[in-house]
């Protein structure tokens, strides 16, 4: 079965600083894994998709992810945070076998930027 | 391109009361459509999913239930609303199935807060 682990609840950065996000997967098959941003009371925003391509996955806002089958890990990253950058973050596997296209979430960091 | 609507944006309701939020996709068509919800300080639980009109699979018991009577449009109701019933409440489509590439990307709509008193 796929599941998800966002290893931080809560990350807390200064504007400018590097950030990283930690989702670690657990999934038998080559697995379909995707970030999305939330803002408050907002519906989710797609950042970026592995999709078993390029392991380095560019998405908006100058985030990227990185897919580690060896560390069954997807962190995401992005060099210099911005203000507007503060938001949750859900790291997702899709269900494989599933002909629905079925999302795991995983519980969310929370993105904070300080100035 | 392709839009999501949802609606209302907001509702407060009394315990015991009926419940109806539509969903509505424009620009595509025969999408998979799901219903999510979020309650506060937690992830995502998928409600409801639909690969087709009146199609629906449900992934969580509860008094909630979902109808698809048009090809875009999404419902999810329920007869008398708990408190347990509160948060906010995500539809999504996307357009194929599994392992198709980039057609299994889920969009999601802007959302309904519900809180149920």
């Known amino acids: 079965a796929q599941s998800v682990t966002q290893l931080d609840s809560h990350v807390s950065v200064s504007e400018g600083t590097p950030v990283l996000l930690r989702c670690n997967y657990s999934?038998?098959?080559?697995?379909?894994l995707f970030w999305y941003v939330q803002h408050p009371n907002k519906g989710l925003q797609l950042l970026l998709k592995y999709t078993s391509a390029a392991t380095l996955v560019k998405g908006i806002n100058g985030f990227e992810a990185e897919f580690k089958k060896s560390e069954t890990s997807f962190h995401l990253t992005k060099p210099s945070a911005h203000m507007s950058d503060a938001a949750e973050y859900f790291c997702?596997?899709?269900?494989?076998?599933?002909?629905?296209?079925?999302?795991?979430f995983g519980q969310g960091t929370t993105l904070q930027v300080k100035p | 391109s392709q839009t999501i609507h949802q609606w209302p944006a907001t509702l407060v309701q009394p315990v015991g009361s009926p419940l109806s939020l539509e969903c509505t996709v424009e620009g595509t068509s025969n999408p998979n459509l799901y219903w999510y919800r979020q309650a506060a300080g937690r992830g995502l639980q998928l409600l409801f999913y639909s690969v087709g009109i009146g199609q629906i699979s449900s992934e969580v018991p509860q008094n909630l239930s979902a109808s698809r009577p048009q090809d875009r449009q999404f419902i999810l109701s329920s007869k008398k609303l708990l408190l347990s019933d509160s948060g906010f409440y995500l539809c999504?489509?996307?357009?194929?199935?599994w392992g198709q590439g980039r057609s299994d990307t889920q969009y999601f709509g802007p959302g309904t807060r519900l809180t149920v008193l």
């Open positions: 997702v596997v899709i269900v494989s076998g599933s002909n629905t296209g079925k999302l795991i």
């Open positions: 999504a489509w996307s357009l194929g199935m």
């Open positions: 999934s038998s098959y080559s697995p379909s």
